[in-house]
């Protein structure tokens, strides 16, 4: 059965791109960025705090439909041998993508002192090991990954102490930690892959779900994002299991709700998980069917999600770049690693501006990613555009 590209697919990772711009613009210019955490309950503001939170879609949604996509291209295909070198090279090619493209996009440092285990190299590993795991049912590979959410949360219970080599070796694969690699380089594990693993094998296995009819599966979507939210109020309102970040009582309602709103994403927790991908359902029961001048805009971002997370990173740092030297800095009080190239000074703007800059980068990002989405579905013959 061939399945025809989804377009609800498309405009909600268009919506979850767009709105991932919005947090790496506040990471590398909103004023006390380097030294404020914004889920942060005891410095943080709700508006801070919401714009931080509203972006914890981006990642699950990405990796959760990256392997939605994987799919449905296996069933077009109909060949597991070429679906499994088609993913296992694009793991591959993601992961070195992931080190070179990405991480100086992020870092902006030429020495390459921090190589960061982000959302691409996450990807990456997924792929490849989903890659050998297509022969199984996606029934099979849902109840994997559903298994991995639902008890990776379980994995600082595993036997040893904490320097003995079995959680040396198996840790760095649940949870983020930084390894150094000698000479001044470190080894950042931001997306630990077995947890993101779990998220794509999910994602995998609800591909069958878009070989529904529209309405069908509209309703199939709306019943699982309901169910999500609602198992996430659940054990959320318990407080046992789910989360290593219990809610607690604030100073006012609003910040008890920001608390009980403050789940875990690094690594994502079973609560994180499940209100992210709740809502995701959410969007995409209510975009099926739906054509407006606002999905065709994000069907445009959501159709290039690569080239789009690569190239958003070369247009904001260097505005980030031309805002410090405007405030007054100069090239040798840029400070790169964690600080992104960021003076030790104050810099940057205020989150009203924040706002200003996101949109303006967003729209300048529309006719570039039009054309590179024209340009790949005019030269189809060119397999290497299928890896970006």
Known sequence: MVVKRINSIDI??????IIMALDHTRDLMHVPSVTQQPTDLATTTPALFFTRWITY???????????????????????????????????????????TLVNFGVWFDIHFSIFLFDVIAAIGVGFIILSFLLKATPKTIGIIGGLLICFHNLSPFIPGGEISLLKKILMPLFAPGAISLGAGKLFIMGYPPIPWLGVMLVGFASGKLFEFEVIRRKKIFIKIGLTAVALFVLLRAINIYGDSLPWETQKNGLFTFLSFMNVTKYPPSLQFCLITLGIMFLILSVVEGIKNKFTSVATVYGKVPLFYFIVHWYILHPIMFLIVFLQGYKCTDLVFGFNLGRPKGPSGVNLWMIYVIWVLVVILLYPVCKWYGNYKEAHREKKWLRYL
Not at 12 to 17: A, E, S
């Open 12 to 17: 909600t990772r268009g919506l979850v791109m």
């Open 57 to 99: 879609l981006c990642a699950p949604t990405f990796v959760f439909l990256s392997g939605t996509s994987a799919y449905i291209s296996l069933k077009n295909k109909n060949n597991v041998d070429e679906s499994r070198w088609f993913l296992l090279s694009r793991g591959i090619a993601l992961i070195i993508t992931e080190f």
